[in-house]
């Protein structure tokens, strides 16, 4: 066997240092690699896990809203005035469901919003954390009020066969939104300058409608102008309130006056003059039963109370100019003269700030001794309906008056003629109305306490997310 020189050995010492050296490095390299791949796989899972969080807390955030907005549908009728805490806070209206209590925290507030220039605005905040990640939920509602219209009925069970409702006729102009969850009744050349909006499936023209629900079939009988655009057909009906004065007289009875059966003249001077019984407290009979105290005014004259809230048990006549800011609530109104705003009409004089609000459990009426033309300032809503104080089989036995006009806004649950027109559209009985929407109404100017909606208008809704 051939023996290796010591050059060759040096040589093969040399090989496998290398060698060595080599498979180090290699061994090197895989380390780093599998610790690589070791920090991609944390990383991976950290973000899962962030994600999952930021999720968590964005579904936390936006229930803690929706619990919010649920709120605020059930306080129509009386809004909150200021902050309202919802999730958490010292006095939470509602509590984190057991299921979701381990996860995170959530704080949820309604504030009043009164940056965006809209009535009964809110802004609700919700934040939500789980983990280290923070979800913020900001969304802006409204409480729809039922004084944006200018003309709303209810009308519940209505068909197209049915005789007793009005139809609107040549010579009205209807000035503002009109809805109606019933059908609207069209003859001639009425006037819309807003959007027209009803829950059944086509408007009822004299001479018949087109398959499409929105064209007369005889443009000679119905003609009508509509300015904003065709009728929007099938939309959702809105909830009638089945109480209107009962959260009023809860307003009345510790901040405002409560009557029955009083005559009501509003005067220049800021005070409204009252002659009938007023309620001033309770006693106690014999069997625990509250029975109510009342004392007589003659032509008193009493400042509007600091709530702006009346309540009459029984019938209010009314009449007068306002001053001020004031709603009225009976079982029924009756309207003997005109009922003006002192600073003028809100169409010619929008700077104005003078509003009154008409609620009645029954109907409002035009009384029978109102003059030819009336003129009344005012947002009106009737769970009956709004009509002359004679019933419609009277009304032909009605002389021929003039024109009522409304400037404000009109809810009724049923509606009913104001007086009937020949074919020319001239009045044969009674009057013909005239509906103007006040469009101070849009911003924030409101009649004191007056009856909202069940239903909320979202204005914005963002979130933000914040790592902790």
Known sequence: MRRLTRRQLSLVRHQRGFAMITCYMVLVLLMAME??????????????????????????????????????????????????????????????????????????????????????????????????SSRTVTVGAAIQSFATYAYFTNNPADSDTNTARPWFRSGQTITGPVHSNGYLRVMGTPTFTDVVTTSMDSILYAGGTEADGVTPVDASRSNPAFQS??????????????????????????????????QYTLNQSGQVEVTGDQLTGYTINGSGELVPQYTTLTKQGLPLPPSGVIVDEGTAILKGTLVGQLTLGAQNISIKDNVLYN?????????????????ADNNVYINVNAPRDVEIDANIMALGSFRTEVDDAALNNLAARGSVTLYGSLAVNESRPLGATDANGNIVHGYVGQYNSDPRLKTVLQPPAFPKEQSLRILYWSSDQQQL
Do not use: W
Not at 62 to 76: D, K, M, P, R, S
Not at 94 to 111: Q, R, S
């Open 35 to 132: 610790s690589t791949f070791l920090m991609r796989s944390l990383l991976g899972k950290h973000v899962a896990v962030m994600r999952q969080d930021s999720l968590g807390a964005l579904y936390m955030a936006e229930g803690a809203v929706e619990q919010a907005l649920q709120y605020l549908t059930t306080q129509t009728a009386s809004p909150p005035a200021s902050t309202v805490e919802i999730m958490e806070g010292a006095s939470p209206l509602y509590a984190v469901p057991a299921a979701y209590a381990n996860l995170g925290t959530v704080t949820a507030t309604i504030d009043p919003d009164a940056t965006v220039g809209v009535p009964n605005a809110y802004k609700i905040t919700a934040t939500a954390t789980v983990g280290y």
């Open 343 to 359: 600073s003028g009409n809100p169409i010619v004089q929008p700077q104005g700030t003078d509003i009154l609000g008409l609620v």
């Open 229 to 262: 655009g065709a009728p929007q057909l099938n939309v959702p009906a809105k909830l009638f309130p089945q109480s209107a004065t009962a959260a009023l007289r809860a307003i009345a009875e510790p901040e405002g006056y409560v009557f029955k059966d009083a």
